[in-house]
């Protein structure tokens, strides 16, 4: 079954973008951000600069659910 139609696998992937992003941007901090339109973010590189957005304001609630959907995925899932 494909990750877009079982909801475990999506959130799962959702998750691992976010953590993704968050670690990149922290990384190499300049990677996502347009440099001739600094306040607009389309396109591919808008939709990794705001899964970083989401990392880095909400990382306590974002760490939770890395450590609930590990559980889930390890002791819950068959």
């Known amino acids: 079954m ?3 139609f079982d909801f475990s696998s999506l959130i ?15 990384f190499r901090s300049g990677i996502f ?3 001739a ?3 607009r ?3 591919f590189k808008g939709l990794c600069w ?3 957005r989401i990392g880095e304001r909400i990382s306590p ?4 659910s ?4 590990a559980v889930h995925i390890l002791f819950i899932k068959q």
């Open 61 to 64: 609630y974002v760490s939770v």
């Open 12 to 26: 799962t992937v959702l998750l691992l973008l976010i953590c993704t992003c968050t670690y990149l941007r922290g």
């Open 41 to 43: 973010h389309t396109g």
């Open 37 to 39: 339109e600094p306040h």
């Open 2 to 4: 494909s990750a877009i």
């Open 50 to 52: 705001k899964f970083s």
């Open 66 to 69: 890395c450590l609930l959907m």
């Open 33 to 35: 951000d347009n440099s």
